[in-house]
């Protein structure tokens, strides 16, 4: 017998049934008629993915269908994430923001397509997450649906806003835990909120997402998956929340808006100098402005989280940022998508991201996910062959993050003009009998980061552990390498022969790295795992690599601006052009 086990399909069919008889029953009572409060869009659309989806290029979930004039329904989705994404709806923000009638004309299209292929119960799309976000897309861009349009279609389109709300308030609760159920409950509230006759609905849901931010968000502010993306998703919807509750005049319940309170700082910590976020645990740096325009939304005014925001460090002078995992990696089914990414850093200056990690590979593939998630993949010190964290066996959602650090410890200090940092983490104590050590300095200037990376047998059996190491190397030592990956509008090059590294940005700055010369300095190619993208952008690391010899083993390491940069250099080129559609 192949395939999964009856024990392994019966809840997954199970819950197809349930949903499939929750969406059909849900549309056999009294259909709303009208809104109870004028729908505004919230959602931020791209005009250049709006105006693409017109042109007939649909890239959806990393991968390009070129069908110019098709109908969505009708095109074979290449992956279940790609389908998910059609059902979502989200791609209607990006036609609204395409200012195009013709933009206007697909997107009703598209949307009374969908009704009638799959109003009626079936299909992939009836799940509580992807019901959630397409009332939510329906009800913000309902004008621009219904312009234009017969009375008919306005009676169809609300019988399926309907349909779907009470769909949602029977299977909120079988959405996944976490960010599937604050999506889930939000857009239950808002389609509760907004639709007249539909306040029954809305009332379960408050109590319930009030439930999940407490159960949802720590104390800190931070979400089990550290996914800094996800934290930005999660503020969002709660802002949605709390903006549909207070036009309708409702009480906002104390545990949604302490929840904001948590998590805005702790996103403020991790936002680079650019805008963009920290790229940690699959998260990437999010749509261009929606960081901002989140936290605006917020209106809380909270400043950055000082000490440790959801595990990470953040270093901060003039305008660079760094920002590095500081904490052990999510665990059991938070680490599906986690990243072996201990004490790696990320550096920006002013709008130019600098020091990178490669980023989630999740759309481009099997293979580029599974190496986006290794150490090798991410700014920091990785023993060559053995990861920080090693992927298990595959489960239900993916592969999980096993055997990571159990131990990582960080200390700041300030003072003599610099920032400092000192972090270690014990991930090959098991394997080499060595911990792993990162000092770092940032200058009160910004212009300088300075650096040590080391491996150090500490204990007496630690030194023993690596002892039994070194026997199986001989006399070669254990080779290790620190990697600086660079973002792809970098331009490195060797310089001063082979000892210093110097990296143009667009802006007009220029940073060299330098090294004691206790390892071996080498530019190498290197990916950026940037989604949106039809494939991994090309770019190149700094890569030191040198041996442990002894019972500890070093490299220190600066990047500095050149001397002849400017401390405030105005940064007017715009970003260059993207080569994919």
């Not at 056999?28 to 009208?34: I, L, V, Y």
């Not at 592969?399 to 983490?425: F, I, K, N, Q």
Request: charged share 25%; hydrophobic share 40%; with cysteine.
């Amino acid at each position: 017998m192949t395939g999964a086990s009856f024990p392994d399909r019966w809840p997954t069919r199970r819950a197809r049934w349930r949903n499939v008889w929750a969406a059909r029953t849900a549309g056999w009572g009294p259909s709303a008629r009208e809104f109870a409060v004028q729908p505004e869009p919230r959602s931020i659309g791209s005009h250049a993915r709006g105006r693409q989806i017109l042109g007939g290029n649909l890239l959806f979930a990393g991968h390009l269908i070129e069908a110019p004039g098709a109908v969505l329904w009708e095109v074979a989705p290449p992956s279940a994430a790609f389908r998910d994404e059609c059902h979502g709806g989200a791609w209607l923000d990006d036609l609204a923001a395409a200012s195009h009638s013709g933009a206007r004309k697909l997107a009703q299209d598209w949307v009374f397509g969908w009704i009638d292929r799959f109003g009626r119960g079936i299909g992939p799309g009836w799940t509580p997450e992807l019901a959630a976000r397409r009332l939510i897309r329906w009800i913000n861009h309902a004008p621009f649906l219904l312009a234009g349009r017969e009375a008919a279609d306005k009676d169809r389109l609300f019988r399926s806003l309907t349909q779907q709300t009470v769909y949602l308030s029977r299977m909120w609760s079988a959405a996944p835990e976490g960010l599937p159920r604050l999506e889930a409950l939000t857009g239950l509230i808002s389609a509760g909120l907004a639709l007249a006759g539909m306040e029954r609905h809305a009332d379960p849901a408050i109590e319930a997402l009030a439930r999940e931010c407490d159960a949802s968000i720590d104390h800190d502010g931070g979400i089990p998956t550290r996914n800094p993306e996800e934290l930005l998703e999660a503020l969002t919807l709660l802002t949605w929340a709390k903006a549909a509750l207070t036009e309708a005049g409702r009480d906002v319940p104390r545990a949604l808006t302490e929840a904001l309170e948590r998590v805005v700082p702790t996103l403020r910590a991790l936002r680079h100098s650019d805008g963009g976020l920290a790229r940690f645990h699959g998260g990437g740096r999010g749509q261009d402005g929606r960081l901002d325009a989140a936290l605006a939304a917020s209106g809380i005014r909270t400043p950055a989280r000082t000490g440790l925001a959801m595990g990470f460090a953040r270093l901060s002078a003039a305008r660079t940022t760094v920002i590095v995992d500081a904490a052990p990696p999510p665990i059991r089914a938070a680490s599906m998508n986690a990243h072996a990414s201990a004490l790696a850093l990320e550096l920006t200056s002013g709008r130019r991201p600098l020091i990178v990690n490669c980023g989630s590979g999740l759309t481009f593939g099997a293979d580029w996910r599974r190496a986006g998630r290794a150490t090798p993949s991410h700014s920091t010190l990785c023993i060559e062959g053995f990861s920080s964290g090693r992927l298990g066996p595959r489960e239900q959602g993916g592969e999980p993050l096993v055997e990571g650090p159990g131990d990582v410890w960080v200390d700041r200090g300030e003072g003599g003009g610099e920032h400092r940092l000192a972090l270690s983490h014990d991930a090959w104590v098991a394997t080499h009998g060595l911990t792993c050590f990162r000092e770092l300095a940032l200058t009160d200037d910004g212009r300088a980061l300075n650096g040590e990376d080391s491996l150090t047998a500490v204990s007496p059996e630690e030194r023993r552990m690596f002892d039994y190491a070194m026997d199986e190397v001989k006399s070669g030592g254990i080779p290790y390498q620190v990697r600086f990956h660079l973002h792809p509008d970098a331009d490195p090059e060797l310089d001063l022969g082979g000892t210093a590294v110097s990296v143009a940005l667009r802006s007009g700055e220029m940073w060299i790295f330098r090294h004691d010369g206790t390892g071996e300095l080498s530019l190498e190619p290197s990916v950026y795992l940037e989604s949106g993208r039809l494939k991994p952008r090309p770019t190149q690391a700094i890569v030191l690599s040198a041996r442990v010899l002894d019972y500890t083993g070093s490299v220190s390491w600066t990047l500095a601006k050149a001397l002849d940069t400017p401390s405030n250099l105005r940064d007017l080129e715009m970003a260059a052009p993207q080569a994919d559609p």
